[in-house]
C-alpha cells in the first residue's frame, strides 16, 4: 500500500508541476537580465525542500523576467540572529519563509512590507482558508500570506488498542487517561513497564508549546490582555492549569512519558511500540508510510470546547525597492494559487491553504487514500492561531518554561505564577525602553 502510494503521488505530483499555468503580469526585467530574488527559508525535512524547489523551478520557468532563488538558512529557531543581522545591514532576502508568530517583530523593525492594498485587490484574497487569517494580521494590516498549513492530532496504534482491549478511541480528558493507563503495560511479563500510553515533550521549545497549546484553548483559556490598557498576556489563566494538571496526571500515573529533550516530535518510540499514541501533524505520514506499522488519527480530546492550533510557516515581503518587490509579489499570487497547493499538500502532507485546492478532485483522491487527513481537515475548522505580537517570542519562552517546570514535577500553578511575572516583568521593561 504505501509503494502503491508514492507512485500514485508521485505521478499526480508530476502532472501538476509539467501541466501550464496561468501566466501573471510580471515585472519587465532591467536590462534584459530576469530580476534574481533570494527566499530564505528553513523548510525540512529534506524531501519537503525537494518538492519547494521543483514547484520554484516551474515558476522560473514560465517567468522568464523572474528568477526565484531559494537558500535555506536553517531551522527557524537558528533563523532570527542570520534576520535581525541583514536586516541591520541592509541587505535583507527579498522573501522570508518563517513562522506568522514572527510579524510583530519584523513589523517592528520596519523590515516587512504590509500586504492588504495587494491582496485585497487579488481574487485569491476569497480562497484563503478563513481561520488562517487571524495568524496574517495585526494592527489592521496584513503583514504575510500562508505557504502551507497544518495542526496536530494523536496519532496511535490500532494493534495496541486492541491488545489492551480499548474498542474506542478518547474523545474527552478524562477518557485520554483512563486509555493511557489502560495502554501503559509489561508486554513481556519481566515486571517492569515497557509500553507506555503516550509521550510527551520535554523541554521549553516552540514545539512543546505549539502541542501543548489546543490542550489550553480546550479548557477554555485565553492568552490575550483583559482590557487594552492591560496588554500582556495571560499566562496564568484557569485554562493553563487545567491543561497542565492534564500533562501532569498523565506522567505522574506512570501512563505517560517524556521525550528526550526538546525532542518532541521524534517518532522513533512511537515506530517502535513503545508508546501508543503521540501528538504530532500530517507531515510525519511519509516516514508513518514508510515504516510499515499500523496507525490511526484521532482528534484531540476535549474538556470545554474543540481546539486547535494553526500550524505551518507564511511568506514575508521584505522591503527592498519597488521593483523587486512588484517582482516578489508575483510569486506569492502563485504560491496562494491552487496547482502550488496542490502540488505542494501531495507532495508533502501538509494541508492546502487554498479552498479550490482542497477541494479539486486531485487532493480529494488524495485524502480518500489517507482517509487519517480528514482528522486535520476538519480540526481546522476550530483551528486557531498562536498570538500575533511583537513579544511573542517572551511570551513562548515563558509559556516553555512553565509547561517543562509542570512536567519535571512542579506545582502547575507555582510554575504559571512564576512564568506570568517574569513575562509581565519582561514586557514592562521592554514598553519602558521604548518609550
Known amino acids: 500500500m ?31 537580465q530576469p530580476i534574481e530574488l533570494t527566499l530564505w527559508h528553513g523548510i ?16 522560473n520557468k514560465t517567468h522568464p523576467n523572474i528568477q526565484i532563488k531559494p537558500v535555506y538558512i536553517g531551522q527557524p529557531d537558528q533563523q532570527l540572529p542570520k534576520i535581525l543581522t541583514a536586516i541591520v545591514g541592509n541587505a535583507p532576502p527579498d522573501l522570508l519563509w518563517n513562522a506568522a508568530t514572527s510579524s510583530g517583530k519584523l513589523a517592528e523593525l520596519n523590515a516587512i512590507k504590509p500586504l492588504e492594498n495587494w491582496l485585497d485587490k487579488s481574487p485569491l484574497k476569497a480562497e484563503i482558508y478563513p481561520a488562517l487569517f487571524e495568524s496574517m494580521e495585526l ?5 504575510s500570506v500562508p505557504l502551507a498549513t497544518n495542526n496536530v492530532a494523536i496519532f ?5 488498542f486492541a ?17 493511557a493507563r489502560s495502554l501503559t503495560r509489561d508486554t513481556n511479563g519481566d515486571g517492569r513497564t515497557d509500553q507506555h500510553g503516550i509521550v510527551l515533550p520535554l523541554g521549553k521549545g516552540e514545539w512543546t508549546v505549539f502541542t501543548w497549546l489546543p490542550f489550553m484553548f480546550s479548557a477554555g483559556g485565553e492568552l490575550k490582555g483583559e482590557t487594552p490598557q492591560s496588554p500582556v498576556p495571560q499566562i496564568d489563566n484557569p485554562g493553563s492549569r487545567a491543561a497542565l494538571e492534564l500533562w501532569s496526571d498523565l506522567l505522574k500515573e506512570g501512563s505517560g512519558i517524556l521525550s528526550a529533550p526538546e525532542r518532541g516530535y521524534e517518532l522513533d518510540n512511537f515506530i517502535a511500540g513503545k508508546v501508543a499514541m503521540q501528538i504530532t501533524g500530517p507531515w510525519t505520514l511519509a516516514q508513518l508510510q514508510q515504516s510499515a506499522i499500523d496507525y490511526g488519527v484521532m482528534p484531540l480530546p476535549i474538556l470545554k470546547r474543540p481546539a486547535a492550533v494553526v500550524g505551518g510557516e507564511n511568506l514575508f515581503l521584505m522591503k527592498t525597492s519597488p ?14 494559487g491552487e496547482e502550488f497547493q496542490t502540488a505542494w499538500a501531495l507532495g508533502t502532507g501538509y494541508l492546502p491553504i487554498n479552498l479550490k485546492s482542497r477541494q479539486s478532485k486531485a487532493y480529494q483522491s488524495f485524502v480518500e487514500k489517507n482517509p487519517v487527513l480528514q482528522v486535520f481537515l476538519e480540526q481546522m475548522n476550530s483551528a486557531r492561531a498562536r498570538p500575533i505580537i511583537s513579544g511573542y517570542s517572551r511570551l513562548s519562552e515563558n509559556l516553555g518554561r512553565a509547561i517543562e517546570a509542570t512536567i519535571l514535577g512542579r506545582n502547575p500553578q507555582d510554575a504559571l505564577k512564576e512564568s506570568q511575572e517574569r513575562l509581565t516583568l519582561t514586557l514592562d521593561i521592554t514598553t519602558a525602553k521604548e518609550k
Open 163 to 179: 491488545a489492551a482491549g480499548i474498542k474506542k478511541v478518547p474523545q474527552n480528558w478524562a477518557q485520554l487517561k483512563q486509555v
Open 323 to 336: 521593483e523587486r518587490e512588484r517582482a516578489a509579489l508575483v510569486f506569492l499570487e502563485y504560491v496562494l
Open 2 to 32: 504505501p509503494l502503491k502510494l508514492a507512485v500514485c503521488l508521485l505521478f499526480i505530483l508530476n502532472i501538476l508541476i509539467l501541466s501550464g499555468c496561468q501566466n501573471s503580469t510580471t515585472p519587465a526585467s532591467k536590462n534584459g
Open 156 to 160: 496511535y496504534r490500532p494493534s495496541l
Open 139 to 143: 494592527g489592521g494590516h496584513t503583514w
Open 44 to 59: 525540512n525535512p529534506p524531501p519537503n525542500r525537494d518538492v519547494f524547489k521543483t514547484l520554484t523551478d516551474k515558476f
